[in-house]
């Protein structure tokens, strides 16, 4: 940033607040933007296509969600020990709840910031690891006006891999399957309305896209995907959740 070069940042943002706000104070020394954070599945077409779908409008006033990532995590990187990696260790910043951060940023994008964080877990199965690997949060957002349930689930153990997102409204309701890459809109009387897949889609493919969109954002051209900002957000979400897991209590957040 000094140097006055354009930064992407590959999530999570970081796993505590330790330098959190020196990075701040010197994007904003730049007067503009000059961050990027690396949450790729925003450029994903099934996520697209239900952001879509939500500005329009196609189920009406929200009433809940539900967010679902697992996977046994021996099984991300079969070529080698998954002791030794960051996602397993507390000293290299692991856990589910940063590791898994995702959820976190495109629940905020689908459903803004919550107010109240509540979560549930810890070190619960008999994986080697001496960190979170599997939580429940429950977040209350806000949707028009009145409450909106948020959950999220995250854990290290599920085979096969769940990645999925259940939306609720008053005259229908969304499943997206990021694994699959299929969206299905369905109506009250839980017939299916619409069907989207995306079968020719290459998971390569989300990354390019993504990198595409910073080589833009550095030649000045766009916006970042994901500012420094709303990189923050995520990360407070995250934090917010683990402190309520570990103290037991909702931790209220307060955004300025």
């Not at 889609?201 to 595409?212: G, K, P, T, V, Y």
């Amino acid at each position: 940033l000094d140097s006055g070069a354009y930064v992407f940042v590959e999530k999570p943002l970081s796993h505590d607040w330790e330098g959190v706000d020196d990075l701040l104070q010197a994007e904003l020394a730049h007067g503009i933007k000059k961050i990027a954070i690396g949450y790729q599945f925003r450029f994903h077409p099934a996520m697209k296509l239900v952001k879509l779908m939500l500005e329009q409008g196609r189920i009406g006033h929200l009433v809940s969600a539900r967010q679902v990532n697992g996977e046994y995590m021996p099984g991300w990187h079969p070529y080698e020990d998954y002791r030794n990696s960051y996602a397993a260790r507390r000293d290299l910043g692991g856990g589910a709840l940063v590791t898994q951060i995702h959820d976190f940023d495109f629940s905020q994008w689908l459903f803004g910031r919550p107010q109240q964080v509540f979560a549930v877990g810890g070190q619960l199965s008999s994986l080697e690891v001496d960190v979170e690997d599997s939580v429940q949060v429950l977040m209350q957002c806000e949707n028009e006006g009145r409450a909106l349930p948020v959950s999220i689930s995250l854990d290290y153990l599920q085979w096969p891999p769940s990645r999925s997102l259940s939306i609720i409204g008053e005259i229908g309701r969304i499943d997206c399957d990021l694994i699959s890459s299929k969206v299905c809109l369905s109506d009250l009387n839980c017939r299916e309305t619409e069907f989207h897949d995306f079968p020719e889609l290459d998971r390569n493919d989300i990354f390019l896209e993504e990198l595409q969109k910073f080589l833009c954002f550095a030649a000045g051209d766009t916006e970042p995907w994901v500012d420094l900002e709303e990189g923050i957000a995520s990360l407070r979400m995250a934090l917010a959740a683990r402190e309520s897991m570990e103290t037991g209590k909702s931790v209220p957040i307060v955004w300025s």
